[in-house]
């Protein structure tokens, strides 16, 4: 067992009173988890302190560079009031290969799991109650050298905040518009398009704003070269029905390897659905729609569950998808994952743990 001091705040925060308002990301919890990395020590000193901020250098390398890495997962009120992640195991693995990209020195991937674990216990009080909310966990890393020259970090901070939130999407489990983005790129195979970093998600604002602005939820990119071959959405991968075999594009370097992704592929096979990890086109995609072949598209992500698709617009071409309607595999598979991830089903061996 490491050594995870604990300082407990002396003036705790009031809980929200109505929990079906919270949004999402917009309150925290009471503590944080925290640990440096310098080149003499490595990373040392995890410890639990209260929620706060935190002291950079006006050069601090994050600041300029943008030598960040983050991860995203929740923990779930179950049902006899036991606190469960959701394949926490699976996070911090993809932290360690997004650190590898950025150069950030690796973590110990079982002491961040024990951290974790002793922090929510800490905060067991706020995960939330109501249906269809949680308490979302942001671990990420920084780098704080002060520092202009380009070069990695010497000093990092990896810090895990949370908080409790409802669904990512304002409409629910209600169908979101997409928007097929066609101007812009998110990333190319050798860039870092599969790395959990901050800069992903600055390249994708201009387009968000947009899409925004044109009356949808999210951008769904395509490959940055031929322009032709689809990636993922904003924030969550996809995936299409057609016919009776379910197609999602596979990782290819460009994309990010999500954990719900990876879920509903384990899921749906040990189901005996017929997936297919592929390359996949626009025009393949637009030609099942003329065809009557497309009958579901949905998204998969641990902010946004499993988020079903109504419109897909792609330049011209608007595709109502299952008749604005929840198809019967994204109803399933969110009925599924939600029952895992709540401890009400035991799911496949390691993916609900059991906390307190
Ligand atoms: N793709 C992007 C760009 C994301 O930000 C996310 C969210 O984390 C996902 C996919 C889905 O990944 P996961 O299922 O691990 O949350
Ligand atoms: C997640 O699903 O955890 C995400 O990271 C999505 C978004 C909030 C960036």
């Known amino acids: 067992m490491s050594d995870i001091r604990v300082e407990l705040t002396t003036g705790p925060k009031a809980k929200p009173k109505d929990e079906n308002a919270i949004g999402f990301g917009n309150i925290y919890t009471d503590h944080m988890f925290v640990m440096n990395y310098d080149e003499e020590r490595g990373w040392h000193d995890p410890r639990i302190v209260p929620y706060g901020d935190i002291a950079l250098a006006p050069t601090a390398m994050c600041l300029h560079y ?30 360690n290969l997004s650190c590898r990209r950025l150069c950030i020195p690796l973590l110990d991937e079982q002491l961040c ?22 308490l979302y966990i942001r671990p990420f890393i920084i780098s704080t050298e002060p520092h202009l020259g380009v070069k990695p970090s010497s000093s990092y901070l990896f810090i ?3 908080s409790p939130s409802g669904p990512y999407y304002k409409s629910g489990l209600k169908p979101v518009d997409i928007y097929v983005e066609t101007e812009y790129v998110r990333a190319v195979k050798g860039g870092m398009g599969m790395a959990k970093t901050g800069g992903n998600y600055a390249v994708s604002l201009k387009s968000q704003v947009e899409a925004e602005a044109a009356g949808f939820s999210q951008t769904l990119w395509l490959d940055g070269v031929e322009r032709k071959y689809i990636e993922e959405v904003g924030a969550m991968n996809i995936f299409f029905v057609m016919e009776d075999e379910v197609i999602t594009p596979m990782i290819n370097g460009s994309i990010l390897s999500g954990i719900t992704r990876m879920s509903v592929i384990e899921l749906l096979k040990s189901e005996g659905y017929k997936v297919t990890e592929r390359r996949i086109s626009i025009d393949e995609i637009s030609d099942a729609y003329d065809m009557g072949r497309l009958k579901e598209v949905f998204g998969t992500g641990t902010a946004a569950v499993i988020s079903p698709v109504g419109v897909l617009k792609w330049e011209d071409k608007v595709m109502a998808v299952s008749d604005g309607a ?31």
């Open 326 to 356: 929840i198809g019967p595999v994204s109803r399933h598979l969110y009925e599924e994952l939600t029952a895992i991830q709540w401890g009400r089903k035991e799911g496949f061996p390691g993916w609900s743990v059991k906390v307190c």
């Open 66 to 95: 943008g030598q960040t890495v983050f991860e995203g997962l929740k923990a779930y009120r179950g049902d006899d009031d036991s606190i469960y992640l959701f394949r926490p195991d699976k996070n911090f693995e993809r932290l």
């Open 113 to 134: 799991l024990e951290g974790l674990k002793k922090l929510v216990e800490v905060e067991k009080d706020w995960v939330p109650h109501v249906e269809n909310t949680s």
């Open 160 to 162: 895990i905040v949370m």
